[in-house]
């Protein structure tokens, strides 16, 4: 069984820089490590549906990004940790959300967007952006 759990959320004020992670443990039944797993990043905003934020590729070397946080927020992952990390920088009140981890059998390609995609989630954490 896959968990992910998700940490790193709270209470900023705009400008201001948070990093979250979600430390991954389990293996998928096939037998699947984390190295080959393809992760995301999503969040939910109150009455709006869940959204695409960042995605990054089984060795990292690929990374895709929603356009309304490219030059802000930075993916990257840590296989030998199973941990997977969003750095969010020069945040903006629109940013507020519950923000989720997700991870996918497959590896992920610019198309992954869509958390039906993703297998596996975390149980959330918040981000909230105010002055």
């Known amino acids: 069984q896959v968990q992910l759990v998700d940490s790193g959320g709270g209470l900023v004020q705009p400008g201001g820089s948070l990093r979250l992670s979600c430390a991954v443990s389990?293996?998928?039944?096939?037998?699947?490590?984390?190295?080959?797993?393809?992760m995301g990043w999503f969040r939910q905003a109150p009455g709006k549906e869940r959204e695409f934020v960042a995605a990054?590729?089984?060795?990292?070397?690929?990374?895709y990004y929603a356009d309304s946080v490219k030059g802000r927020f930075t993916i990257s992952r840590a296989n030998a940790k199973n941990t997977v990390y969003l750095q969010m920088n020069s945040l903006k009140p629109e940013d507020t959300a519950v923000y989720y981890c997700?991870?996918?059998?497959?590896?992920?390609?610019?198309?992954?967007?869509?958390?039906?995609?993703?297998?596996?989630w975390g149980q959330g954490t918040q981000v909230t952006v105010s002055s």
């Open positions: 997700a991870a996918r059998m497959g590896d992920v390609v610019v198309t992954s967007t869509k958390p039906e995609q993703y297998a596996y």
């Open positions: 389990g293996r998928a039944a096939s037998g699947r490590p984390f190295s080959m797993f393809g």
């Open positions: 990054i590729s089984w060795g990292g070397v690929r990374t």
